[in-house]
Each structure stands twice: as C-alpha cells, then as structure tokens.
C-alpha cells in the first residue's frame, strides 16, 4: 500500500449522472495531483493542489471539478461526462509540491485508480 | 512537452533474461525517474537518478543518465515473472506542469 487511497475502485455512470471520484492520502503530504490515464496514450496531467490550492489546471474541461478541501482529501466531481472520458482516474500525492527550486527530488506516490467507464 | 517517452511500446522476454528499456525527453531536467504500473493499478516509483548522475543501481535494477541526448535507460537484471508490468519515466526541471509520462513500455516476462 502507498498510502493513498482511492474510491471507488470502478465506477459506471450514464452521461447525464453526477458523481464524485475521492481520493485520500494518510501520508502528510501537502500537495496533491489528479491524472487521467485511457488506453493506449500517456498519462495526462489533470490538476495540481499545493497546500489546498490549486496551482495547475491542464486545460481540464469543466464538467471535471476538482475540489481539495484540506491536505488529505481530494476529490474529483464529474458531470455531464461523454463516452471518450471513460478511463483509469489516478490520484497521486508528493510530500511539497515537486518542482519548486529545493523541492526536485521527491517522488509521486499514486492510488490504485479509479476505473471509470461512461456509457 | 511531453518530459518522457518510452520506448518500445512493448517487450517480451524469458524469465531470467536481462529487460532494457529507453526513455527520451525534450528539454533539460533536473532529474528523472521511473515508476512500474501493474495492470489496473496505480504507479509505483522505483528510482530516481539526479542530472549529475550518469548511473544509479537498486537491487537488480540500473538506470542510465546521458543528458547529452537527452535519454535515459532502465535495465532489469535477471527478470522474473513478477517483474511483467508497464514501465514509464517522467523528467522534472523545476515545473509541477511537467509532471508528465509517456504511454510506458508494457514489458511481459514469460515464465
């Protein structure tokens, strides 16, 4: 186990449903990150928190809400969703935010995913 | 940009033979790392290795460094069935929007 937990494990929605993805980490860490990961393409970066702020949006559309309530909790509401969304949602976690000028060795510690399939 | 792709897409092996695989990347980093996906699961990190390192082992594991071209390579040593699962990198410079992975090398060790 990494420490950060994820559910649900698999989700089924419809494209009109509104549901939540929630991810929680038992780790300390201050900053925390959502990715989206479908067949056969790389891994995409959907958001950054850092210290419950939201420091990255890749240009996520808005029917995925994010919402990072404290340092241990994100959550990921979806709305609204079409068919190509269907995928492996992966929260991850880092101890401070990787990147800042004395922060570039830490390493990302992922949850098991959430399967996501939208009919 | 994408800050690490891996290649090939796919490897097959016999159980006890040596696995290479290779990462690229486009602009320069502080450091790269390399994580290991089971099927269905999250990413698990295994190593990371420093832009002024050129090598770094860990167990059976050795990674490879060469900043001049920008690439990287990751060697498991005497592989087991166990070790069947994808393998990605991801180099940071200092940007969380960098952050980022490649499609991973999907490698199976036959037993």
């Known amino acids: 186990e990494t420490g950060v937990t994820q559910t649900p494990r698999h989700l089924v929605m419809g494209m009109t449903n509104k549901k939540s993805l929630k991810c929680e980490q038992h780790?300390?860490?201050?900053?925390m990150y959502w990715y989206k990961q479908s067949a056969k393409k790389p891994l995409e970066l959907m958001f950054v928190?850092?210290?419950?702020?939201?420091?990255e949006n890749n240009s996520v559309p808005s029917r995925f809400s994010p919402e990072c309530p404290n340092s241990s909790h994100l959550f990921l509401h979806l709305h609204t969703l079409q068919p190509e969304d269907s995928a492996l949602y992966l929260c991850?976690?880092?101890?401070?935010?990787?990147?800042?000028?004395?922060?570039?060795?830490?390493?990302?510690?992922f949850g098991s995913g959430t399967q996501l399939s939208v009919l | 940009s994408q800050q690490g792709e891996e290649d090939p897409q796919a490897l097959s092996i016999q159980e006890g033979e040596n696995a290479t695989m290779n990462c690229s990347y486009k602009?320069?980093?502080?450091?790269l790392q390399w994580y290991r996906q089971n099927s269905g699961r999250g990413l698990v990190h295994l190593i990371l290795?420093?832009?002024?390192?050129r090598e770094k082992h860990s167990g059976r594991l050795r990674v490879t460094l060469d900043t001049s071209k920008k690439s990287s390579s990751l060697l498991i040593t005497a592989s087991r069935a166990a070790d069947t699962a994808s393998y990605f990198c991801?180099?940071?410079?200092?940007?969380?929007?960098?952050?980022?992975f490649g499609s991973g090398t999907q490698l199976t060790v036959l037993p």
């Open positions: 991850a976690s880092s101890p401070k935010l990787v990147g800042g000028l004395s922060l570039l060795y830490e390493k990302l510690f």
């Open positions: 780790l300390g860490h201050n900053a």
């Open positions: 928190y850092n210290f419950k702020e939201q420091t």
């Open positions: 602009t320069s980093i502080n450091n």
């Open positions: 290795i420093r832009s002024n390192e």
């Open positions: 991801s180099g940071s410079s200092g940007s969380a929007r960098q952050l980022t």
